[in-house]
């Protein structure tokens, strides 16, 4: 991510509002999934869009369990950090 000049936390909360139509002003680094409308269906697609996007398999179960959109950031910092499994 930070190739493309954007920091993880940027892509996702574009990501969050462009292609999920969440609403802007709920996304934040300190809203909760709830705050933000990230229900079940929104981690599912976001799930999708990661691993289409970047090729990094991120459960859903990993996403529904971050406390607050920054906390989702975060994990897909991390999971991008990591080698691929071979």
């Given at each position: ?11 996702l909360r574009e990501t969050l509002v462009d ?14 999934a709830d705050a933000a409308g990230l229900d ?47």
């Open positions: 991510m930070r190739a493309t000049g954007r920091t993880v936390y940027e892509w292609r999920l139509r969440l609403p802007e002003d709920a996304v934040t680094a300190q809203a909760t079940s269906l929104a981690v599912t697609e976001l799930s999708m869009i990661v691993q289409e996007e970047w090729g990094v398999a991120v459960d859903e179960d990993e996403l529904a369990a971050c406390a607050t959109v920054g906390e989702v950031a975060t994990l897909l910092e991390q999971r991008c950090q990591q080698p691929a499994a071979r």
